[in-house]
């Protein structure tokens, strides 16, 4: 079965088992990933405090962790929320906003990284890099860096840290520890929305609570993003702009059918 | 006179009166039940540290406590704004998100019944049912708990607890100590669009700021959410999806007319 | 050359220098914030962290701080990151939001106002008035004062900072030590979406990230939110309010052209 074919079953079996996705997230898209969730027919939770993470992950079917706005009490929820996670089997997954931004962030990125295993990694190509110890120039949280050699960097990193490896910018790349892809789908007005990155994790974590091939579920996820994005552009007319964009994004988003996939998703 | 002419005409008191509603709330959904209460004609505050809780009090005409995103630092502030509102004579209404969910959300709906009178609680199945001290499966912050006996347990709770008591759903229930009501309106699609739980005690809030009667004012705001998503519904294309259908639904709450609901409104 | 020429330019510049604005700011509106930067083809970044602000402001063309949602933690990342953005020479911007409806904001405004050298204060009337340390009734975060005097208050008060002051309201009032100017876009409609104002002190903040002319910087700010809030309403049909409203406003950011502006603005 070809992989369109495979992320195509995905979109079913999230409407049918509607998976519990725990985010520890940061407060600037947290409403945004919680209705990307929704759209896709997955059930989000958000809930950050040391006291309750450990107990919500009894009902979650994944937990994704954004570094997007760090402080010292959400910080530990996420290590121990990690380790929770891990214990149960639920699949993690990691975006590191901004790592290498601040030493804050590389520092709890590099703790997450040793304390927790994650089944998928997402970022730009700045923050990969990053973690993958190469040499990057950074500024914020947007991705200033060439997208040269992406797929080896993805396969390196995939095989360093046991973790699907997932680089999104113009063309998409997915590494796991013996296959890769890359996803030819997006719009570069997704570049134009704060925390599309964060949805397209958020969307990750939702299919990796429906599959234990965290590969697929992290090319369902970005596949999914980037092609609601081409239709929601596509949909623009000549007076709208971002605001109608973004709109449009999830709608497409939760208007998302096989067929369409099929037809339109670009995976190789 | 009808229960619709009497929330009718609210409308046009909360347009006249723009009612402070200070909102102790999540950070999820935070901005989407400031633009609610804005939508309907109200004046949103969000303040949440105990340095400022009780001052902001002093102007409000209702205290609402969501508990959605919890931390020790805002469950202080929670306790202490409810107990000087209730000396005020401020009206609480309480949204107990995710009530069974963890200990730290059952424990701190606890104290907050303990300590606080409100005037109002409104949940879904789940949430009202482990308030009431029944047996329910919890499942993260959707309810997934039968909607049978809906109305008994409604009019226990709120004999017990001196509150109205408000259970939406595919039908919505509210009891005082002395009436019950069902309200009829909804649309399947406000489920799929994260928060629209908390914007409906957003709107009760702000309902609660303009009359005595809080039985009036939680049917309000109920019903006035529930018509609002069925004419939402009504105006999305066969392009469109849940992200236009949260616009539309912001649109019908602001443009709400005595007329519409009148005419569309189904309590009973 | 006209001003309306000049902030026409600005418009480029932003879009060629893609300006890091740094913000610590309140969780309510900072998703709406965050998008308007990027809207306007700035780069925004939140970051609140005491640990990681200074960092964060070496890449930084602008620091917004604006204090929506205060407590204890972000006010001391907002005084050192203003002391840090200072030494750097990274223009600041104050949004005092709210100040004046409790001590722990007029406190907190006070010794930001003592401790930082603002570029840029933006702020409604009662705001504005309170800074200026005149009698003035507050209620919440919605201005209630009289706009007669703006002129001489928003100058006499630049010349006691030394800063730019801005008030928003019905007719827009900017002023720098030797210079006032008045801007007559906007709609009413603007103040039924919060966040409004906060997002004006965001788009200003964009625009100190190009020159170092903030006079210019706060009028382009001001005057490209008014503008577009006017053309998001001459979009709405009969049937589309608020929700639509919100949506068009973003629209009209990210298509403003120097044309548009050049031909619709109303500095004087």
Known sequence: MSVLNEISQLIGDVKGKKPLVHHITNYVTVNDCANMVLAMG???????????????????????????????????????????????????????????????????????????????????????????????????????????????????????????????????????LDHVCKISNGDKMLADVTGTGCMSTSLIGTFAGVTKDYFLAAIAGITIMGLSGELAKERLTKDQGIGTFKVNLFDEISKMSAETLLSRGKVE
Chains 1, 2, 3 share one sequence.
């Not at 994704?64 to 121990?80: F, H, K």
């Not at 500024?139 to 095989?159: C, P, R, T, W």
């Open 42 to 176: 997955g059930s989000p939770v958000m809930a950050d405090d040391l006291a309750e993470v450990e107990e919500m992950l009894a009902f979650a079917s994944a937990l994704v962790i954004n570094i997007g706005t760090l402080n010292e009490r959400t910080i530990q929820s996420m290590i121990t929320a990690g380790k929770k996670a891990n214990q149960l089997g639920v699949p993690v997954i990691l975006d590191p906003v901004g790592v290498g931004a601040t030493t804050l962030r590389t520092e709890t990125a590099a703790i997450l990284l040793k304390e927790v295993r994650f089944a998928v990694i997402r970022g730009n190509m700045s923050e990969i890099k990053m973690i993958a110890g190469l040499n990057v120039q950074i500024k914020g949280v947007d991705s200033i860096a060439s997208e040269e050699n992406g797929i080896e960097i993805a396969k390196a990193l995939a095989v360093k840290l046991g973790s699907v490896v997932a680089i999104t910018g113009a063309v998409d790349i997915v590494a796991s």
